[in-house]
């Protein structure tokens, strides 16, 4: 794919004008599906897939185009000189842009990660004994993941991985759930039957009656799964520059009325651990790490180039969306045996769903809790809760109620599918909180 992808970048490039700008942002994937549904498999597959984006620069104008990759080389080229065509007659129709980036070669990377994951052949053998018994609904995805990037100034990146993902549920006889995500780039079949052997364990408690809850402030205990969908709410009118020039970011709190969180939270954008690629769509390479939040107090923003050109600041070339692609969040000293008895009595979240912010510039999160949520009285876990909905403040449970944060961090990835694999995951350890509001 690497050649391919080269191939045609250089015979696309040929065919700019001397005032054009292209930059090709290649994605694709040889992967292996396997679905699952009450323990036994239901659909498998093999996806060869790949798709070019194109984005056009001229007189102060962009547009941006994409299309499917076929293989086929001269097709591809075709297809891909059509776009150019297309791309030129959109951009006549469009005013000028006057934050419009123009592209540039600050030097070319190549990354290809070697793991040890399943081979196609034995994954069935692997996975299927430790679930046969269970009512087990869930997808596999696994294999190769390829991001490539290049544009007519010269400058080429390309990034290849291989890894997995095995996103779950084990179902009760009364519809009571368990989620697990699965996931690493190298198998461990030891690991893997641990983890489902602990989601066969909260499958127990979910049998029993569940109790109902009243609302009020509640101890709380947020596994890493439940974290990471929190950081998540960053990536949204968050941790970006832009939405914070425009008063619509929670964060703006920090900056103007210099609030600080607690000293036991740190989270960086970080991307040593090869999860994901350093470049972004316009092949700006970011830095390995970026504090954005350093024990408490906001170091950084994510900018873009383009909000830097806006807003006269220096870019730390955040994708032009100024998410989060790499998040790592710091482990604290809290070992998972002592989970339980720290948090005593109250509440157990595994999973957390369906957020949003309710109140944005006051950084209010809301949102459900789902799967394997429980109720918890002297250290030990009584029944599962039924489903609440919460409501409170990042300030609270990341600034002043922040008691304690888990010794070890978890992968959690993106697993949707639409489109393609995902690079994105947060990696976050869990954390224990006091006085989490529920409300309904």
Not at 27 to 40: K, L, M
Not at 127 to 144: E, H, N, R, Y
Not at 234 to 259: D, K, P, T, V, Y
Request: hydrophobic share 35%.
């Amino acid at each position: 794919m690497e050649k391919a992808f080269s191939r045609l970048s250089n015979e696309l490039f040929n065919k700019l004008k001397k005032e054009e700008y292209l930059i090709l942002f290649f994605e694709g994937e040889n992967s292996q599906f396997i679905r699952f549904n009450r323990g036994s498999i239901r659909q498998t597959g093999l996806v060869d897939d790949s798709s070019l984006m194109m984005k056009y620069i001229c007189d102060g104008k962009s547009c941006q185009g994409s299309y499917t990759i076929s293989g086929n080389f001269d097709l591809d080229l075709k297809r891909g000189s059509e776009e150019l065509i297309r791309l030129r007659e959109e951009a006549k129709s469009l005013p000028t842009d006057p934050f419009v980036v123009i592209p540039g070669n600050l030097g070319s990377t190549r990354e290809i990660k070697k793991t040890s994951g399943l081979e196609n052949k034995h994954t069935v053998d692997a996975l299927l004994p430790a679930i046969s018994d269970l009512d087990f609904v869930g997808i596999w995805a696994s294999g190769k993941v390829f991001r490539g990037n290049s544009n007519n100034l010269g400058q080429r990146h390309w990034f290849e991985t291989d890894s997995f993902c095995l996103d779950y549920s084990l179902v009760t006889p009364e519809h009571q759930m368990v989620k697990g995500t699965f996931t690493g780039n190298d198998w461990d079949q030891n690991q893997y039957e641990a983890y489902i052997e602990g989601s066969r364990k909260k499958l127990e408690m979910m049998k029993r009656k569940p109790i109902k809850v009243d609302t009020g402030k509640y101890r709380t205990w947020f596994e890493s799964a439940a974290v990471a969908d929190l950081l998540g709410m960053f990536s949204w009118n968050g941790i970006s520059e832009a939405s914070l020039q425009q008063g619509c970011s929670g964060f703006g709190r920090m900056r103007h009325q210099n609030i600080e969180l607690s000293d036991k939270f740190s989270i960086a954008e970080d991307f040593t651990s090869g999860l994901s690629p350093k470049f972004n769509t316009n092949g700006e390479i970011s830095n390995e790490t970026l504090d954005l939040i350093d024990k408490g107090r906001l170091k950084n923003t994510l900018i873009s180039t383009r909000s830097a050109k806006e807003y006269n600041l220096k870019s730390n070339f955040a994708e032009t969306g100024e998410f989060m692609r790499s998040p790592i969040m710091a482990t604290g000293d809290l070992e998972r045996e002592q989970i339980l008895k720290n948090l005593d009595t109250g509440l157990y979240l595994s999973n957390i769903h369906y957020l949003n912010w309710s109140d944005n510039p006051g950084g209010r999160i809301t949102g459900l809790t789902r799967y394997a949520c429980f109720w918890v009285e002297g250290g030990e876990i009584k029944a599962p809760i039924e489903t609440m909905r919460f409501d409170d403040s990042f300030y609270n449970f990341f600034g002043d109620n922040l008691i304690d944060v888990e010794n070890t961090a978890s992968i959690n990835p993106e697993v949707s599918t639409y489109g393609g694999r995902s690079l994105s995951a947060t990696t976050c350890p869990g954390i224990l909180v006091d006085n989490f509001t529920l409300t309904l």
